[in-house]
């Protein structure tokens, strides 16, 4: 039964950065929690901080999702994994899911850290179920569905990064869409027409960049503050979002909001650290207050 004013589904951006080390916005990893279940939708650099930060438990946390293999939607796994075990004396194993190579990666992430698993069994006397991952490599469709909560992937265009994959997360006849790192996806649109939330990645970089700088290639993995503005207009989002934020050559945030507004009027967001959304009829929208 669902409470009065709690909201159907919650979203809290634990990160939204980028590759660089920043302290203000630490790497791409979203907190989406529905029907009694927690999800966290990559894990980029500073993610079990973020959740210290909302005295969110790691035992609370249901299953984590990987949109695709980069470092820095990966590096905060082990912390949140092994830390979170041993703080919490966790008995389950973390249940993982992501793109092919995903259980390559936890099967080696594993072996390297044997001997501190074995120490923390030995002198911490963790749960040892609870120091172990268990992995599965997803296609695209339902992933996870359980209590009414259903999480779909599906593909977007990372290229040369395949595959990549967004994500779709329904309760109670609403949803979230999680873009994952994508250029202008015509299947993201597919899977996202009509979401209370989409969350989008962006890059903004000079109107007069060419293909001959070195940072172009960034900006061809990503898409721009134009393409977004065409995404979110044949979706039609309640509120679109803006996290993973690539800004090449310092560009502002005032600029790349202008160049989204120039095609779309609908309701849009920059998002930040543990900035939290309500999905409920309506959309709110809570910045973190530090407390």
């Known amino acids: 039964m669902q409470l009065l004013g709690a909201p159907i589904i919650k979203v809290t951006l634990l990160g939204t950065g980028t590759p660089l080390p920043?302290?203000?916005?630490?790497?791409?990893?979203?907190?989406?929690?529905?029907g009694g279940a927690s999800f966290v939708f990559d894990t980029g650099r500073g993610c079990l901080q973020r959740m210290k930060q909302l005295n969110f438990p790691y035992d609370s946390l249901t299953a984590v999702f990987f949109t695709h293999l980069h470092s820095d939607?990966?590096?905060?796994?082990?912390?949140?994994w092994l830390t979170g075990w041993l703080t919490t004396r966790c008995e389950?194993?973390?249940r993982v899911f992501g793109p092919k190579g995903t259980k390559n990666m936890t099967d080696h992430l594993q072996a390297a850290y044997v001997f501190d698993i074995k120490m923390r069994v030995q002198d911490d006397h963790a749960p040892k179920t609870g120091g172990k991952l268990e992995t599965k490599e997803i296609q695209e469709g339902v992933v996870f569905e359980q209590n009414g909560v259903k999480v779909t992937g599906f593909l977007?265009?990372?290229?040369?990064?395949?595959?990549?994959?967004?994500?779709?997360?329904?309760y109670r006849g609403h949803s979230v869409v999680v873009s994952g790192d994508t250029r202008y996806s015509d299947n993201l649109i597919k899977y996202a027409k009509g979401t209370d939330l989409l969350i989008h990645e962006v890059a903004v970089a000079p109107d007069t960049m060419s293909s001959k700088d070195s940072?172009?290639?960034?900006?061809?993995?990503?898409?721009?503050?134009?393409?977004?503005?065409k995404v979110f207009n044949a979706v039609k989002p309640k509120l679109a979002v803006y996290s993973h934020i690539v800004r090449l050559y310092d560009r502002t945030n005032e600029e790349?909001?202008?160049?989204?507004?120039?095609?779309?009027?609908?309701?849009l967001v920059l998002g930040e650290d543990l900035m939290s959304f309500s999905v409920n009829e309506t959309v709110a929208v809570k910045a973190w207050v530090k407390k």
């Open 22 to 34: 920043l302290l203000e916005r630490f790497g791409p990893s979203i907190l989406v929690q529905a």
């Open 73 to 80: 939607h990966l590096v905060g796994l082990p912390d949140l």
């Open 92 to 94: 389950a194993p973390l």
């Open 156 to 170: 977007v265009d990372h290229y040369p990064i395949v595959p990549a994959f967004g994500y779709k997360i329904e």
């Open 215 to 229: 940072k172009y290639h960034i900006l061809a993995h990503h898409i721009t503050p134009e393409q977004a503005s």
């Open 256 to 267: 790349l909001l202008q160049r989204t507004k120039n095609a779309y009027t609908g309701p």
